[in-house]
T-cell receptor, first 114, second 122 residues
Framework: SQQGEEDPQALSIQEGENATMNCSYKTSINNLQWYRQNSGRGLVHLILIRSNEREKHSGRLRVTLDTSKKSSSLLITASRAADTASYFC??????????????FGQGTILTVHP | GAGVSQSPSNKVTEKGKDVELRCDPISGHTALYWYRQSLGQGLEFLIYFQGNSAPDKSGLPSDRFSAERTGGSVSTLTIQRTQQEDSAVYLC????????????????????FGNGTRLTVT
């Protein structure tokens, strides 16, 4: 299994509903980041949560981190059609020589229907 | 200001040819990364440059792949004798703080990505 695995692989919801995506990882981390990717584009950073934080908010985004379960969730409230994209979690290793190396999961494809 | 710029945006090449992909990071960003993304997949780490330190090449899939970063700015990823399995989108990213104990800075810098180069090997 890979570090940073998201589930579900695909999520389809109606505009106005909340979308929740989960990410699990295996090794100790320094921080966990969520990125968004629109089709044919690069990734855009959404939010970063440090290993000593449990919850973080940014606009309609809410991220939680449970280091005991090695898992994180991304909640998008009151979703909009423009939120349609792929969402990736990425973990930054806590030790070793992997300074700054982010390991990405396979992503969740979110479709928000108007 | 300008974001991370990658060129070309699309590249079609014949099997066995060499290709060069270019990345212009954000000015002042000392860290630069190359990732590869196959269709519908996550990102595969290739190589990481951090300031003047030796690059982390642990993700390069074979010795046909190499990368350099000149003057601490522009980077070129070269793939020699391309194979069909090299077909993918190659993404470059840069960040402001390199992170890591050696720099005394935490790893907490987000990456800024370019739009990638879509490589097709026929």
């Amino acid at each position: 299994s890979q570090q940073g695995e998201e589930d579900p692989q695909a999520l389809s919801i109606q505009e106005g509903e909340n979308a929740t995506m989960n990410c699990s990882y295996k090794t100790s981390i320094n921080n966990l980041q969520w990125y968004r990717q629109n089709s044919g584009r690069g990734l855009v950073h959404l939010i970063l949560i440090r290993s000593n934080e449990r919850e973080k908010h940014s606009g309609r985004l809410r991220v939680t981190l449970d280091t005991s379960k090695k898992s994180s969730s991304l909640l998008i409230t009151a979703s909009r059609a423009a939120d349609t994209a792929s969402y990736f979690c990425a973990t930054s290793n806590a030790g070793g020589t992997s300074y700054g190396k982010l390991t990405f999961g396979q992503g969740t494809i979110l479709t928000v229907h108007p | 200001g300008a974001g991370v710029s990658q060129s070309p945006s699309n590249k079609v090449t014949e099997k066995g040819k060499d290709v060069e992909l270019r990345c212009d990071p954000i000015s002042g960003h000392t860290a630069l990364y190359w990732y590869r993304q196959s269709l519908g997949q996550g990102l595969e780490f290739l190589i990481y440059f951090q300031g003047n330190s030796a690059p982390d090449k642990s993700g390069l899939p074979s010795d046909r792949f190499s990368a350099e970063r000149t003057g601490g700015s522009v980077s070129t990823l070269t793939i020699q004798r391309t194979q069909q399995e090299d077909s993918a989108v190659y993404l470059c990213a840069s960040s402001l703080k390199p992170g890591g104990p050696a720099s005394g800075v935490s790893y907490n810098s987000p990456l800024h990505f370019g739009n990638g180069t879509r490589l097709t090997v026929t």
